[in-house]
């Protein structure tokens, strides 16, 4: 159990925090072997990480060299370890490795970081503004697929209405964590944060933990199912494979595009392969603009649909 609050914990559910450093709820406390895994996966490969983002980033002898490695910053009541900063002209911008997976990486690149990224990058930022006496306004992060070994970068600006924000929440969890009262729950039961937060069974209880609805049935025992392992594994692995597949087609994909308009071309043909670019005129219906201009129709041409979405994963 940590003794201070963490700058990488801000952005967490209020309650896991809470559970987290208070001392009575340690022995219920139920880490899973993948949970524990991937941190330390993360631990091994956060140095290359940033190695190899840099080298890629930068490169030569005359490069912006990583500072500030495990240098301990404040946020408020919090502190945190950093991964390390690079000055660039002369702005210190802030770096922060993580080990991640494709599917992750290519919902980043959609939607963003995450919210408990966002805080975290948040508080590094403002933390290492304090440390060097002058304002910081950005953070990296830098993330690597466990199975490819792709990099991916993510830049998060200084937002200071987030961190104000941000500040006032901290303080919050730490006068939680002091004196009480325990904080309300921040997701459902059947959210991906439940399912893998160590203290879930004290937070919901037995019966709140099959994850489904009334109507669903309950996650039997299956170790006895002929075949049941087999068929999860080659699940898995295919669709592990899927995504590394899916990102060496984008990959090279920009890069024909890109000899293409390098070349002023259309098209390109070689020995064994020809290929030509197309373009395309669509015309696509808008429904987000259209449920904002006709609510009430929208919802009456709505369509109910049933259907269980399967959801395989490793246990550890």
């Known amino acids: 159990m940590r003794d201070y609050l963490g700058i990488s914990e801000i952005g967490q559910c209020a309650r896991r925090v809470y559970y987290a450093h208070r001392p009575e709820w340690q022995e219920a406390k139920a880490e899973t072997p993948e949970g524990l895994r991937v941190m330390a996966m993360g631990n091994a490969l956060e140095g290359l990480i940033l190695a190899e983002w840099h080298l890629k980033k930068f490169g030569g002898a005359k490069a912006p060299r990583i500072k500030g490695r495990q240098a301990e910053v404040a946020f408020g009541p919090c502190k945190g370890h950093l991964d390390g900063y690079v000055l660039v002209d002369g702005h210190a911008v802030v770096l922060d490795a ?25 508080g590094y930022i403002s933390g290492l503004g304090a440390l060097l006496g002058k304002p910081v306004n950005e953070a990296i992060f830098v993330a690597m697929d466990r199975l490819s070994g792709r990099l991916e970068e993510f830049s998060l600006a200084w937002d200071e209405d987030a961190g104000a924000s941000l500040l006032s929440r901290t303080h919050a969890l730490a006068r939680a964590i002091e ?20 203290w879930r069974q004290s937070c919901w209880g037995a019966e ?31 669709g ?8 060496r087609q984008d990959d090279a994909k920009a890069a024909l595009e890109a000899m293409l308009r390098e ?7 070689a020995a064994g392969f020809r290929v030509t670019g197309t373009k395309v005129h ?3 219906f808008d429904s987000k603009r259209f449920r904002e ?9 709505q369509k109910a649909v049933d ?3 399967l959801d395989v994963r490793r246990k550890g």
């Open 98 to 122: 993580k080990a991640s997976t494709l599917p992750a990486m290519t919902q980043w690149k959609r939607n963003g970081l995450p919210d408990y990224y966002r805080a975290q990058g948040l």
């Open 179 to 198: 004196n009480g009262p325990m904080p309300d729950r921040e997701h459902e039961s059947h959210s991906t944060a439940c399912k893998h937060c160590p």
């Open 208 to 238: 709140e933990l099959d994850y489904e609805d009334a109507d669903a049935g309950r996650v039997l025992d299956a170790t006895d199912w002929p075949g049941f392992e087999e068929q999860a594994q080659e699940y898995v692995d295919a």
């Open 240 to 247: 592990e494979l899927l995504s590394l597949a899916k990102a």
């Open 263 to 269: 070349h002023g071309a259309y098209g390109g043909s």
């Open 282 to 284: 669509q015309e696509k």
């Open 293 to 301: 201009a006709q609510p009430d129709l929208y919802e009456k041409y």
């Open 307 to 309: 259907f269980v979405r």
